[in-house]
């Protein structure tokens, strides 16, 4: 396996744009079932915070030493403070969040015990934001635009990325010769016509392409329509403990996981797109790119949560 050594003195500028949620995280014990209906007792024991979505790819690209940015919004409730909190702990390169007087901020609240999840609570609006706050965020991408190597688009289908926002951020993008890489999943992938690389899960490509994939042959066949649908070069497309497909130049290639044990696959996509950007800025080749998100996802699966990898783990991994 190779050790990746990327230069100490380049300052890579990448951004996620996208939609930003927290984490919420309630441990305790359980030792009892309720006396009044057949559920378990959880003594909880303390609660944790940490962002997810856009704000978990921001935390992958600061594990790999990219201080990145991010962009999103927030809803107009108590939530957004921890938000912003979360964010100032990180301190990255530069944020703008703009609070949605409409929604809610996204939260998953997941209950744990003995590191086992027993339920989780989503808290969410599934609106897209309206044409003023989409303005106002590509009005600020607008000022910061010439500083990115690369912009990453973190559509979990919460809102933020409205048609008309992701069609007017793919043309800055274009005309100022910035890498989109698109992680989405929304089964209509139309909107991200002309962005530089694609990369769903196996279940969302199948979804975006029509076509149920069971075999390399179809494999191949809905990287293609996907290509066909967004003008992308590049379709990067996760298997899970298949690894990982890459279609570029018409051709697929397959990368075996280099997983041993798969703990939780939570963030795991967040995780192979902000390694695909940090090595792209890096100026990787694309098959170079995919083996390093490859090998960071072997490190996070194995671990608990929305985890991430160190350029150290990857280097060490077996």
Not at 233 to 251: M, P
């Amino acid at each position: 396996m190779p050790l990746y050594k990327f230069p100490a003195n380049k300052k890579v500028k990448i951004c996620v744009v996208g939609d930003m949620m927290l984490d919420h995280y309630i441990d305790g014990s359980c030792e009892r079932i309720s006396p009044e209906a057949p559920v378990q007792i959880v003594d909880v024991s303390g609660e944790t915070y940490s962002l997810g979505g856009a704000g978990n790819v921001l935390k992958n690209l600061q594990a790999f030493g990219c201080k990145g940015s991010v962009i999103s919004i927030s809803g107009n409730d108590d939530s957004n403070q921890i938000v912003a909190a979360e964010l100032q702990k990180i301190n990255p390169d530069f944020y703008h969040l703009v609070k949605d007087e409409q929604r809610r901020t996204t939260i998953k609240t997941r209950v744990i015990v003995n590191r086992h999840q027993l339920i989780r609570l989503d808290k969410e609006d599934k609106i897209y934001c309206n044409d003023a706050i989409a303005d106002d965020i590509f009005q600020f991408l607008k000022t910061k635009i010439t500083e990115l190597d690369i912009l990453i688009l973190s559509d979990y289908c919460k809102g933020v990325l409205s048609t008309r926002l992701v069609t007017n951020i793919i043309k800055l993008c274009t005309d100022n010769n910035v890498i989109t890489i698109v992680d989405s999943k929304d089964k209509d992938l139309s909107k991200y016509y002309g962005a530089t690389l694609i990369k769903p899960n196996k279940k969302e490509a199948s979804l975006a392409s029509g076509i149920n994939i069971i075999d390399d042959d179809s494999l191949e066949r809905a990287c293609k329509k996907i290509a066909s649908i967004t003008a992308c070069k590049t379709v990067v497309v996760t298997l899970s403990e298949d690894g990982i497909a890459v279609y570029h130049q018409n051709k697929l290639t397959k990368i075996p996981t280099k997983a041993l044990d798969i703990f939780d696959v939570t963030g795991a996509g967040d995780t192979v797109v902000a390694a695909l950007a940090f090595a792209l800025a890096n100026n990787l080749s694309i098959s170079e790119a995919c083996d390093f998100a490859n090998s960071a996802a072997a490190v996070v699966v194995a671990k608990f949560g929305s985890a991430v990898a160190t350029l150290d783990e990857i280097n060490n991994l077996k």
